[in-house]
């Protein structure tokens, strides 16, 4: 099913990130993942491209077994940054004939040899626009928010118009960078509905596990550390169970207050650990039932 509409008939969403296993790994060791996602019953399942976008043959294989071996609906990364037309349009035959027709629309980090000259590709938006006038303009089509402005941009208003960019292009709902503070999300929402940018937006929730984490999150990302967040992991940080269980407990506050806000989906960014994200929809399991019933 397309993911466009899924969210046309379910609100909120929930979907989950997988991302592929390492180049030396066999593939199959992701297999114990998604059969252990299959049993929270999510909306949908992204499969990102692997550190540095190393892995979008894997990406493609998993995404097929996704859908055609466990019968779930899955969501296929696509960057694009330093790409040429025919390597776009061979990824996009492979989804298509596996069935898979979801893609995130992505730029993508630039390529160490500098990708090629002659790509038409520079922004996500650009990337959207080729697929909605090209062959596979039926595809349902997400791309990246980011609620507290991307690292690159000169401010949040600088990148809600980069967002809008995307919508004009061809989106059909974003998906967020992950955040430990819903007061930044609350007021993202605000300015980019204000902005006129309509379609569906899904929260992008990561639960720490580890203190290693932190630093890797904050590099990459930018994402701020609020106070209270940042006091869970100074006082734990060295007890790794105590730890993963206030990761995982303040994940689940995160999506109940979500929730309770009205975000028209979550998304989240399991680390290939699907007993953590049963803990965290257990968690939610009365606050679902609520939700459905009203």
């Known amino acids: 099913m397309q993911i466009r509409e899924i969210l046309k008939r379910t609100r909120p969403a929930i979907s989950f990130e997988i991302f592929p296993p390492k180049p030396e790994t066999p593939v199959d060791t992701i297999f114990t993942t998604i059969a252990g996602l299959k049993k929270i019953h999510p909306d949908f399942i992204s499969v990102t491209y692997g550190a540095g976008g190393s892995s979008k043959e894997r990406t493609c294989e998993i995404a097929s077994a996704v859908q055609n071996r466990w019968g779930l609906t899955s969501l296929a990364h696509l960057t694009c940054i330093g790409a040429v037309p025919s390597e776009i349009e061979k990824v996009m035959e492979t989804l298509e004939q596996e069935g898979v027709t979801n893609i ?9 040899e500098g990708g090629s000259a002659e790509s038409p590709f520079k922004y996500a938006s650009d990337l959207i626009r080729y697929i909605r006038k090209g062959h596979f303009k039926d595809f349902s089509i997400g791309a990246a928010a980011y609620p507290e402005g991307h690292p690159e941009c000169a401010s949040l208003e600088e990148d809600i118009l980069h967002l809008a960019e995307k919508e004009d292009a061809g989106a059909d709902f974003f998906i967020t960078q992950l955040f ?9 929402m605000e300015k980019i509905r204000a902005a006129g940018i309509g379609i ?7 639960p720490v596990l580890n203190a290693r984490q932190i630093g890797r999150i904050v590099s990459l990302c930018g994402a701020s550390i609020p106070p209270r967040f940042a006091r869970i992991m100074s006082r734990y940080e060295h007890s790794p169970s105590a730890l993963a269980q206030a990761g995982i407990a303040y994940a689940s506050e995160q999506i109940i207050d979500l929730l309770s806000w ?5 998304h989240l960014y399991t680390m290939n650990r699907p007993d953590v994200a049963g803990r965290i929809m257990e968690n939610l399991s009365a606050v679902r039932e609520t939700l459905i019933e009203t």
């Open 104 to 112: 995130l629309a992505l730029r993508g980090d630039p390529r160490p």
């Open 200 to 206: 569906p937006v899904l929260a992008g929730i990561m």
């Open 180 to 188: 430990f503070d819903n007061q930044i999300f609350f007021r993202f």
């Open 262 to 266: 009205g975000a028209e989906g979550i």
